[in-house]
């Protein structure tokens, strides 16, 4: 798997999940304040930081590919599968679109009327460790099966970190205007495809082009994808 | 049981067709060692495919 890829699906995987933790960050600090609200994301970092430092090593070990990606193929194959069927509901209409504007006024309106400064804290902690986790699941996962390959995963994650802050600190507003839906779409393509891919190396199909059929899988899926779109937009305007 | 259902829902997006069919082309990956690897690999995605197809028939959650 070529790194740039790998450091392209994590930097894509990642964005999505820090916009999230980034809007109730936003919300908790407009509404009670920057220090609590960085004060629950730093606590919640330091933790992250923690589980991080112990799962790493067990990455190192080359011996486990195999077995790696029999155990990770099949969760990114399933969440993968979610992120896409949610992506093909918004697209034709069957479930509405995800709003960051209507969940942070939902936050906004929480917080007013929560008198407890530690409500703001609870909410970035879980905001941010809940989205943090997953980034980490992300980039160990993405890099279990090519521990030599970690550096980009790495790197992905990085730049969304500076992409998402940076972005957070000159709008100081939720990210509206961020076609969400479509980043989800193409990220649940991504890690469909690479579990596939996976799982079957781990179960000792022999895939047709190697490590590109990753590629081919990626056009299949969206195909499949658009054509079921399609199907439920036409029968809805039936 | 919630803390149950949580992880469940976490894992497959609250979707019953999703693990059913991937264990169904785990399963069929692993059986079908009569044929060869090429169309080992095809039933494998081909299961998927239809996976993916059923579960987004599934009611929106």
């Not at chain 1, 957070?168 to 991504?190: S, T």
Request: net charge positive; proline share 2%; charged share 15%.
């Amino acid at each position: 798997m070529n790194g740039w890829v790998l450091g392209g699906t994590t930097f894509l995987a990642s964005a999505v999940e820090m916009v999230e933790a980034a809007t109730i960050v936003l919300a908790v600090g407009i509404t009670q304040g920057w220090r609590t609200a960085l004060t629950g994301a730093a606590w919640a970092l330091a933790a992250l930081a923690v589980i991080v430092a112990i799962l790493g090593p067990l990455l190192a070990r080359q011996g486990a590919i195999t077995w790696l990606e029999l155990i990770v193929g099949p969760f990114m194959i399933l969440f993968g599968m979610a992120w896409l069927r949610k992506a093909i509901w918004r697209a034709s209409g069957r479930k509405a679109m995800h709003d960051e504007r209507a969940i942070f006024d939902r936050e906004v309106a929480v917080l007013r009327n929560a008198r407890d400064k530690r409500v703001g804290f609870a909410t970035s902690f879980q905001g941010v460790f809940v989205e943090g986790l997953e980034v980490a699941v992300i980039v160990v996962t993405f890099a279990a099966t090519q521990p030599q390959q970690l550096a980009y995963s790495i790197l992905g994650a990085v730049l969304a970190a500076v992409v998402v802050v940076l972005a957070a600190l000159a709008l100081r507003a939720p990210f509206a205007r961020v076609p969400e839906n479509a980043i989800k779409a193409i990220v649940g393509l991504m890690l469909l495809s690479l579990g596939t891919l996976w799982t079957g190396e781990g179960l000792g199909l022999a895939w047709w082009a190697g490590d590109a059929t990753v590629f081919y899988l990626i056009m299949l899926y969206a195909a499949v994808a658009a054509a079921l779109t399609l199907s439920y937009r036409s029968r809805a305007t039936v | 049981m919630n803390a149950l259902r949580e992880i469940y829902d976490f894992i497959t997006g609250g979707s019953i067709v999703s693990p059913i069919g991937l264990a169904c082309a785990i399963a069929a990956a692993m059986l079908a060692t009569h044929a060869n690897t090429a169309l080992r690999a095809g039933i494998f995605v081909g299961i998927i495919v239809l996976t993916l197809a059923l579960g987004s028939r599934e009611k929106a959650t």
